[in-house]
């Protein structure tokens, strides 16, 4: 089992919709977590952290389940531009630990 | 934006040529990593550093070597170019110590082998 696994997608959405994501982890000790967006043939971006007690920024929310493991984003209000490819990450915070990628959550925002 | 640099952005080359690919960031980041990601395809750590004089192995790296001489500087290089190693080449550095440290990454070397 990978350590962070991702619905590769794709999400094919219609503007305007409201499309979430899951993204679930298999390490408990991972403390830290992020959502980034990658365009075609672009590098990573960081999109958000993920707080334990979850985030908001404009149209997107973040969420972490610790109990079973996982990480959400909630995308409102789907633009056009929204369509990328959501990658999650997870973190042991600190010292010699190493973020984990997940490989990855296509999006794709139709007219 | 973030201040990681990579070069060159694009490179073609001839089979068994050994080339190096360079990475720089300016923000004084401790950790510094390689991925090697296919089109549509997840990150696959190749190497990375926790600082000077700093390497350790990823996933992928048997075919490839790295140097941390300086804080911003990690290159790596192939010292025998093979078709299988084409591929978007990403370079990444992120901040040592507690709180959300996320990962900076450079623009990318796309890489072709002929």
């Known amino acids: 089992r990978k350590e962070v696994e991702q619905d590769p997608g794709p999400f094919n959405v219609p503007e305007g919709a409201t499309v979430a994501f899951n993204c679930t982890y298999s390490?408990?000790?991972?403390?830290?977590f992020f959502w980034y967006r990658q365009d075609c043939r672009k590098e990573p971006k960081l999109l958000m952290s993920?707080?334990?007690s979850g985030n908001e920024d404009g149209r997107f929310t973040a969420q972490l389940n610790r109990a079973s493991q996982y990480i959400s984003l909630l995308i409102r209000d789907s633009k056009l531009s929204d369509s990328a490819t959501y990658l999650c990450a997870a973190q042991i915070s600190g010292g010699s630990y190493i973020p984990t990628f997940g490989r990855g959550t296509s999006l794709i925002v139709h007219p | 934006e973030a201040d990681i640099y990579q070069t060159p952005r694009y490179l073609v080359i001839g089979t068994g040529k050994k080339i190096t690919l360079e990475c720089s960031q300016t923000?004084?980041?401790?950790?510094m990593y390689w991925y090697q990601q296919d089109p549509g395809m997840e990150l696959h750590l190749i190497h990375y550093s926790y600082g000077v004089n700093s390497t350790e192995k990823g996933d992928l790296s048997s075919e490839s070597t790295v140097s941390r001489i300086r804080t911003e500087h990690f290159p790596l290089t192939l010292e025998s170019a093979r078709p299988s190693h084409t591929s978007q080449y990403l370079c990444?550095?992120?901040?040592?110590?507690?709180?959300?440290?996320?990962?900076?990454f450079g623009p990318g070397t796309r890489l072709t082998v002929l």
């Open positions: 390490n408990s000790a991972s403390q830290s």
């Open positions: 923000m004084g980041h401790d950790k």
């Open positions: 993920v707080y334990s």
């Open positions: 990444a550095s992120n901040p040592e110590g507690q709180g959300y440290n996320e990962q900076f």
